[in-house]
């Protein structure tokens, strides 16, 4: 059996999912003609009170989109170091958009309304770049599945109005801070101007990113869709299969969060963890105290099947999901509790 806890992503699609897959009813969607993607995309945009959605591959293709709905060449933007657009999405920010990332030393991958106000460059002073845009990240990715106070997204969004900026969510795990924290989605469509729901996580589809956003900034999105690449033809089954994770999925992220929660309980007791991120969402993020090696623990893991990710820097990150069952949850947490290094 392996058990592979390296990221939200490796889930198939089970039997329920498969069936709407096998049935949905398709055409070609760049005519636009594809039934099952434009219920998926009326879904959402009804979900979060957002004019307009538009269903993407992937969620860096989705967040590029946005990036470049907002901005000019030459243009800045602002976001935290840890950023997923700033560093897994290939560079796209400068290659797609011809931007530039402002980063601010956030907190857990977190920053906040002063941070940005800070580091808004004076659109006077024609020297810098200019400001333009603002992402947001929640959860956050490196951060290890933190949630943003909606108080301080608040604002922060307060700051953008007052000195004209766009305000970019990347909502990748969006679905696990809203079961989390109880929140609403339509709270994040009054304030976001573009936001990313992404299907493959904990969502647990194949694929897909829909990119929500306000009529205005949306009237070119399908074309730069285009652009990148992104114009697919049937692909209605896989809308179907994230209409099926959005009736189905979405409630059961608690159970994802409560593993991820007991997981990081044991582990805070051993003495071979120096220390322990807060675990909020589905991920645990830990570094091992001296002595034990990332590579030595993750093979001794690897060995019972168990499969965790290395982020570098000595942090180890572990994330639970859809296929990851009570009874590999059980021997997961007895394999933590005996383990010597
Ligand atoms: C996974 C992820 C994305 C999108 O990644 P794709 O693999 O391109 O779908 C974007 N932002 C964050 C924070 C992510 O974790």
């Known amino acids: 059996m392996i058990i592979d806890l390296r990221s939200d992503t490796v889930t198939k699609p089970g039997t329920g999912m498969m069936r709407a897959i096998l049935s949905a009813e398709t055409g070609d969607d760049v005519y636009k003609e594809d039934p099952t993607v434009n219920k998926l995309e009326a879904y959402l945009a009804t979900l979060f009170g957002m004019d307009e959605a538009l269903f993407f591959p992937t969620g860096s293709m989705a967040n590029q989109a946005a990036i470049k ?13 840890w950023a997923h657009v700033y560093n897994y999405e290939g560079g796209g920010v400068s290659f797609n958009s011809g931007v530039s990332c402002k980063l601010v030393d956030g907190v857990r991958g977190m920053i906040t309304a002063a941070q940005v106000e800070e ?6 002073f024609y020297h810098s770049p200019l400001t333009s845009l603002v992402c947001l990240e929640n959860t956050t990715n490196k951060g290890g599945g933190a949630c943003y106070d909606f108080s301080e997204i608040k604002k922060i969004k307060a700051v953008c109005d007052m000195h004209g ?3 970019h969510l990347d909502g990748a795990r969006l679905m696990n801070a809203i079961v989390a924290k109880k929140e609403s989605p339509l709270a994040y469509g009054k304030v976001f101007d573009t936001i990313t729901v992404c299907l493959s996580k904990g969502l647990g589809t194949p694929l897909g990113t ?9 009237k070119n999105a399908i074309r730069i869709r285009k652009v990148l690449g ?11 299969a994230g209409l099926y994770a ?12 409560t593993k991820a929660s007991e997981i990081a309980m044991v582990l805070k007791k051993q003495e071979y963890v120096l220390k322990i991120e807060p675990t909020e969402t589905n991920i645990v993020i830990f570094y091992l105290a001296e002595g034990l090696s990332e590579e030595k623990f993750m093979s001794d893991l ?5 499969r965790i990710s290395n982020m570098g820097q000595g942090k180890l990150r572990i994330v639970t999901h859809l296929d990851y069952t009570q009874q590999m949850h059980k021997k997961v947490l007895e394999y933590l509790a005996a383990y010597k290094k």
């Open 210 to 218: 829909v990119l929500l956003g306000t009529k205005e900034l949306m």
């Open 119 to 124: 580091n808004i460059n004076p659109p006077d």
């Open 165 to 167: 900026l766009g305000l």
């Open 69 to 81: 709905l907002h901005t000019q060449p030459g243009e800045q933007l602002i976001c935290d170091k």
């Open 246 to 257: 959005m009736e189905n999925n979405v409630m059961r992220l608690a159970h994802d969060h």
């Open 230 to 240: 992104g114009g697919m033809r049937q692909i209605g089954y896989m809308a179907a």
């Open 302 to 306: 690897e060995k019972e099947g168990i």
